[in-house]
Nanobody, 117 residues
Framework: QVQLVASGGGLVQPGGSLRLSCAAS????????MGWYRQAPGEQRELVATLTSSGRTNYADFVKGRFTISRDNAKNRVNLQMNSLKPEDTAVYYC???????????WGQGTQVTVSS
């Protein structure tokens, strides 16, 4: 099982930006699909964005045009640039990977993002 460590969360005002980062172990990281999920209080965990090893991206409708997922294979990292943040973006954000299987079944610890004035 790979180790995933997310960081970069914090408190930001509406309209502000944050950049989340996830460090992943594994010598074949560049072949893994990576993703970000989030869970708000009282809600189920939901997809935010995914990025395949070939560069294909997928975004939830509620973040399209505001969030960007990217990866740095040399550093075994996946990032999530979050712009134009809204209070409803408040959640714990989790890093995930399919570990090359096609299913996102490996998870890291989350990082809290709070959007409030």
């Amino acid at each position: 099982q790979v180790q995933l460590v997310a960081s970069g969360g914090g408190l930001v005002q509406p309209g502000g930006s944050l950049r989340l980062s996830c460090a992943a172990s594994g010598s074949i990281f560049r072949f893994y699909a990576m993703g970000w999920y989030r869970q708000a209080p009282g809600e189920q965990r939901e997809l935010v964005a995914t990025l395949t090893s070939s560069g294909r991206t997928n975004y939830a409708d509620f973040v399209k045009g505001r969030f960007t997922i990217s990866r740095d294979n040399a550093k075994n990292r996946v990032n999530l640039q979050m712009n134009s943040l809204k209070p409803e973006d408040t959640a714990v954000y989790y890093c995930s990977t399919d570990r090359g299987t096609g299913s996102f079944d490996s998870w890291g610890q989350g990082t809290q993002v709070t959007v409030s004035s």
